[in-house]
């Protein structure tokens, strides 16, 4: 069997008395997590650096030109897309720990 490891963000919800002591009793591994890094966030590393790659040196004439732009962007995104960016957290989340909280810079 397989041990579950959640890393989550440490907002209030996820640090109450109650989720803690559920998680306690699934034994599930709470993995530490910085504050503030959005580099273990795979949409801030993921998504959004490559929209952001996608969007570079474009111009607009009007906003239906962006949101056309837009949404040819993120329909062509496969799920290997998404599934690549969830798949690197764990080397993410290794190097940002192992070097203290330091952020990932690519």
Do not use: C, M
């Amino acid at each position: 069997r397989r041990k579950v490891r959640l890393l989550h963000d440490n907002a209030k919800p996820h640090t109450s008395k109650f989720t803690r002591q559920k998680l306690e009793e699934l034994g599930w591994e709470i993995l530490p997590h910085p504050p503030y890094s959005p580099d273990l966030a795979p949409s801030d590393y993921h998504l959004f650096r490559s929209l952001r790659n996608h969007l570079v040196k474009k111009q607009f004439d009007d906003e239906a030109q962006l949101k056309s732009d837009l949404e040819n962007f993120f329909s062509s995104l496969t799920k290997k897309f998404f599934e690549d960016g969830i798949l690197d957290l764990p080397k993410r989340w290794e190097y940002v720990i192992d070097n203290n909280g330091i952020y990932v810079a690519d």
